[in-house]
């Protein structure tokens, strides 16, 4: 955690103090050394005034006979910068003590005000940090959660025994998905980066899964660059959280071979080609997949595979699978007797359509 005054925050306070008033602004570390100043050519060198400052913890005045004896010191006033009761550095403004000597305190009090902040936003940003572990330990559940985990979390507030969904964005800038995530977020909802996208733990305490998806699909698509957005299922507690994630992660993989042009995957949409997936190294699936590998070798312009892909799509109704291949429903019919003699199966059978399907889609996600 920052504790001392750094070389960045250093000129960030000498740029904005400089501001403030017209002349030189040196700030010293807690050794003494300039480790930001409106002169360059003074970096870096030892400041005896701030060695007296440091020394006696007040302010120290150099005059224009004292500073030509003192090592890197010209006319000023140097005051001590306070945190929590410790001097953490030295600002030092350069000029005639009794020209300057009524700014200082002011120069002063906006350094610890700039330090503050900067400790302020390292703090949030530590917890950040801190809350991110909690959120990967619970996506990857491979040992028994701690008592340091739960002490985390009780610490931060966080319900664990809330409803919760897990949700991935993937995108080519991950901090631009960040940032979006952030506007939609309330004080439940947990979040971490991945690397190559975002996971969000969305509460769903009030609302539900489906709605808050679509919302956050719809300003993904207004946010113009390309994502990919996945769910997994509702878990009623974080015991389960592991499970929504790896989900999700499958719903993406396998609804991204599926159908590379959509923006949204969900796992209740995706369950039966995730399980195929799982299961698609299996010897006992090799003969499903050669029904589709005999009807591609014949089907050479496609034809009938488009036929039956629609055909499943519109529920085995024959009259608007034709409609939208804009064929007439004789020539559905014949070439469904086709798809029938090249594999054996006939499509209009409830349980052969279905194992038709399965080798459908078990040539795409294999």
């Known amino acids: 955690m920052l504790r001392y005054v750094t070389k960045e925050l250093a000129q960030k306070i000498v740029c904005r103090t400089m501001e403030i008033i017209d002349c030189n602004i040196n700030v010293m570390n807690e050794k003494g050394v300039i480790i930001g100043s409106g002169d360059k050519k003074r970096m870096d060198q030892i400041h005896e005034g701030a060695l007296m400052v440091l020394k006696s913890g007040s302010s120290y005045e150099i005059t224009q006979q004292q500073a030509d004896t003192l090592r890197g010191a010209k006319p000023g006033v140097n005051l001590p910068i306070f945190f929590d009761g410790e001097i953490v550095g030295v600002v030092g403004l350069t000029g005639l003590p009794e020209q300057i000597r009524n700014y200082g305190e002011l120069v002063r009090m906006a350094a610890e005000m700039i330090f503050q902040e900067m400790i302020l936003i390292e703090e949030i940003q530590w917890d950040e940090r801190l809350k991110e572990e909690l959120v990967h330990q619970l996506l990857q559940h491979e040992k028994p959660l701690d008592a340091l985990f739960f002490e985390r979390a009780n610490r931060f507030n966080i319900n664990l025994y809330l409803s919760r969904m897990a949700l991935i964005v993937t995108a080519e800038n991950r901090h631009n998905v960040m940032k979006l995530v952030k506007k939609y ?18 509460s769903l305490e009030a609302g539900s899964a489906s709605s808050y998806a679509e919302q956050l699909e719809k300003q993904l698509r207004a946010s113009d660059f390309p994502y990919k957005l996945s769910a997994g299922s509702v878990q009623a507690d974080f015991k389960g959280l592991h499970i929504s994630y790896q989900q999700a992660k499958d719903a993406l993989a396998v609804g991204s071979k599926l159908y590379p042009e959509a923006g949204f995957y969900s ?79 006939d499509p209009r059978k409830v349980k052969d359509l279905f194992e038709l399907y399965v080798a459908l889609l078990l040539s795409k996600i294999s």
């Open 267 to 345: 796992y209740s949409d995706y369950q039966i080609p995730i399980l195929l997936h799982q299961r698609a190294g299996f010897q006992e699936n090799h003969d499903l997949l050669y029904h589709y590998e005999k009807l591609k070798e014949y089907d050479k312009k496609k034809e009938l595979i488009e036929t039956l892909t629609t055909y499943i799509e519109e529920n085995g109704e024959g009259s608007t699978a034709a409609k939208k291949l804009f064929i007439h429903r004789n020539t559905l019919s014949y070439r469904l007797d086709k798809i029938q003699d090249i594999t054996g199966k």
């Open 185 to 202: 977020i309330t004080n439940n909802d947990l979040y971490a980066m991945l690397p190559d996208g975002v996971v969000l733990l969305k």
